[in-house]
């Protein structure tokens, strides 16, 4: 069985509307913790004495 993406739209659609749209929900929440992970690190404002 040879299944195109194409195929899986409906399915996808579905689950979106009835869940929400987990895996941007779930991407967005990684980029946003990258971004406060980068700035909890960043030490370029960190004089020495």
Request: glycine share 6%.
């Amino acid at each position: 069985m040879n299944a195109e993406k194409s195929d899986f739209v409906p399915i996808y659609d579905s689950l979106v509307a009835e869940h929400g749209d987990v895996p941007a929900e779930a991407r967005e929440a990684a980029e946003e913790i990258q971004r406060e992970a980068a700035e909890a690190l960043d030490w370029s404002t960190v004089r020495g004495g």
